[in-house]
């Protein structure tokens, strides 16, 4: 059974910084692509970033470039996501999803609650 599970979440400042992880259980790791995903209330989810299996790219969303990044420990099984100078509209639920390479088959894990403000 596989199982993806955000934790690091929490409230923070603007201007401030949180590491999100997403550790997997039951899936080939170095066989999926992972990617971070958020939803603000009222919103769609939108991607924030993604990696490759072999973490040879990886891409992020305008808004977040040159603030977050993402990684991936093989090790681990685990996928992390460091956020830096934090502005209050990063405000949402951060999910992350894992799918096989060359699969349309997608796992989301429960989310993460991410919450900036003064």
């Known amino acids: 059974q596989v199982q993806l599970v955000e934790s690091g979440g929490g409230s923070v400042p603007p201007g401030g910084s949180l590491r999100l992880s997403c550790a997997t259980s039951g899936f080939t790791f170095s066989s999926i692509v992972v990617s971070w995903h958020r939803q603000a209330p009222g919103k769609e989810r939108e991607l924030v970033a993604a990696?490759?299996?072999?973490?040879?790219?990886?891409k992020y969303a305008d808004s977040v470039r040159s603030r977050f990044t993402i990684s991936r420990d093989n090790n681990k099984n685990t996928v992390y996501l460091r956020m830096n100078s934090l502005k209050p509209e990063d405000t949402a639920v951060y999910y992350c999803?894992?799918?096989?390479?060359?699969?349309?088959?997608?796992?989301w894990g429960q989310g993460t609650q991410v919450t900036v403000s003064s």
């Open positions: 999803k894992a799918r096989y390479t060359g699969r349309t088959t997608e796992y």
């Open positions: 990696i490759s299996n072999t973490a040879t790219w990886t």
